[in-house]
């Protein structure tokens, strides 16, 4: 059965208990002289169908799946707990359990190798909590899983987001060539033109007609709609909420989101196709457990598009928020700030280690992973030969008259403008962040009004760092408001120093001998991905006769 048209929750709050029930209408068959029905509901909460002929048939409940979420927000907040009974952290004591059992009866066929990723988001939000350094806490992490649980790896994914990145952006390159190619120069002249025309308007202080956008540039010499509509603006991918919300909501959009995996499955082929390949081990006998500062990250892991069907398991097989592992540490009986810390791994960790310190490095820009300014970056070098932009320009430290950053109506919405040596702009990157602000985008890009090349879309106002399954502010409204403990989360996160991809020289070796020609096939699919709009055919159910 196809996505229901509406998804209902009885008593809908944002905080559900487990005897609420996320329900959806299920399809009903009719004939074409079957008449209009009625419905009611008895004293026990059931509903019935009553024909035109007095007939009474029990309509079933459907129960709802992963793959039935919007991620809207309305319940796809907190209650992920209760509809996602795989991804918890019962489910890997599950796993520990059967490990120890293995070891004890000598059976190695039932034991497995377990990973952990850790984002570089959770680890701000436990830092700023127990007012650690990041490094404080990954290397307390690494204990907690390795020492005290026994898993075998502790991974960052801060290591694989630059493999991300890299993708990201030549994705991007990509793009915008084959666009400028079909049509994107007249397009782009146009723009420059109305550029100009908004110079002189604010210099003269008179309105001047301008000439038509890009809807009515795209059009090739027919008439029609160029392709090039699809290929500007590129829309990022890494936030799986936004991305379940294009596919069920606006399958249109679909063509401009980047295909490119996000650094949660980009870890995810690391782990079940590079790891499992150099340690001898077949990928179903890797547990594979993210831990992200998102419920909607579970949503991604179970994605039809993650599943090996040669090895029958996930690229990540769990996926645990930053709550729920603070929760472990309860159930564990444990003290996190009393925690010692262990050794971080070497493989898959962006770290440099030397005889009298280790230093844990990022990503420059945003917490979101820092998208818009890589790709920024890397699009100005190689499409416009242009080595000066910042790594990131709307930093206070920045002063680089190269890039033009403006802040929107709110902080979540950023517009960022490539200059060229003439003062032409060459590129239109921005971003939006919370829905509110996305469907603006959606709608410009439904319209063909989208002058943007790339947008770093964000389902969470303020970023991944404000995500659902963060750690709640546990000072009170007086101490300290809600906005404000993000801020100490985002400024927490901006003490790791970022290093760009290209000076990870570990990702590089292991590029080469992992996946050699960027453009091979074997590069799009192990790096890449697809999304599928979601089509709706069932009937409305607002229009049914109660």
Request: aromatic share 8%.
């Amino acid at each position: 059965m196809a996505f229901s048209s509406a998804l209902v929750l009885t008593d809908l709050n944002d905080y559900i208990a487990p005897s609420q029930a996320c329900i959806k209408p299920v399809e009903i068959e009719k004939s074409e002289d079957q008449g209009p029905t009625e419905i009611k509901v008895d004293h026990e909460g059931d509903y019935y169908e009553i024909s035109k002929d007095g007939g009474e048939s029990k309509l079933e409940k459907a129960s709802i799946t992963l793959n039935d979420c919007l991620a809207c927000s309305g319940c796809v907040t907190s209650a992920e707990s209760v509809l996602i009974t795989m991804q918890s952290q019962e489910e890997l004591y599950e796993i520990l359990k059967t490990n120890r059992l293995a070891i004890e009866q000598n059976d190695p066929s039932q034991h497995r190798t377990i990973v952990i990723s850790i984002s570089p988001q959770s680890r701000a939000s436990l830092a700023a909590k127990y007012n650690m350094e990041p490094l404080q806490v990954h290397k307390r992490l690494v204990y907690f899983f390795k020492h005290h649980l026994g898993a075998h790896h502790v991974f960052d994914t801060s290591f694989s987001r630059d493999l991300s990145l890299v993708e990201s952006a030549r994705e991007f390159v990509e793009r915008f060539r084959r666009y400028m190619a079909n049509g994107g120069d007249k397009m782009e002249a146009a723009l420059q033109q109305q550029d100009i025309e908004k110079q002189q308007e604010a210099e003269d202080g008179k309105r001047r007609p301008r000439a038509r956008r890009r809807a009515a540039a795209a059009k090739n010499e027919d008439g029609e709609e160029s392709s090039t509509q699809e290929d500007m603006p590129m829309l990022a991918s890494s936030c799986p909420g936004w991305v379940c919300y294009a596919e069920k909501t606006h399958g249109h959009i679909i063509p401009h989101i980047s295909a490119a995996k996000s650094p949660q499955q980009m870890m995810g082929t690391l782990v079940k196709d590079y790891l499992a390949t150099k340690t001898n081990t077949s990928p179903n006998a890797i547990y594979h457990v993210s831990v992200m500062p998102c419920y909607d990250k579970k949503l991604e892991a179970s994605r039809p598009d993650f599943f090996l069907e040669q090895f029958n398991t996930r690229e990540v097989d769990c996926v645990l928020t930053t709550g729920e592992i603070e929760k472990m540490f309860g159930e564990q009986n444990l003290q996190f700030e009393q925690l010692p810390e262990a050794d971080i791994d070497d493989m898959f960790n962006k770290t440099v280690t030397n005889s009298e310190m280790q230093m844990a490095f990022g990503t420059a820009g945003s917490s979101s992973g820092g998208y818009l300014e890589y790709i920024l970056r890397t699009a100005a070098r190689e499409l416009f030969n242009i080595h000066d932009v910042p790594a990131d320009p709307s930093s206070e430290s920045s002063n680089n008259a190269r890039v033009i950053v403006k802040t929107g109506k709110n902080a979540d919405v950023r517009e960022y403008f490539l200059q060229g040596d003439d003062g032409r702009i060459l590129l239109r990157f921005a971003t939006a962040f919370g829905f509110r602000n996305i469907q603006n985008i959606v709608r410009k890009v439904k319209s063909g009004k989208c002058s943007y090349h790339y947008v770093e879309v964000m389902a969470c106002p303020g970023g991944c760092v404000n995500g659902g399954g963060q750690l709640l502010n546990p000072n009170s409204e007086e101490v300290m408001s809600a906005k404000d403990w993000v801020s100490r989360v985002e400024s927490v996160y901006q003490t790791v120093p970022g290093v760009s991809p290209e000076e990870n020289e570990v990702l590089k070796e292991i590029y080469n001998e992992w996946i050699g020609d960027p453009a091979s096939e074997r590069a799009h699919t192990l790096l890449r991905t697809q999304y599928h709009a979601v089509t709706q055919n069932l009937e409305n159910p607002l229009a049914t006769k109660w």
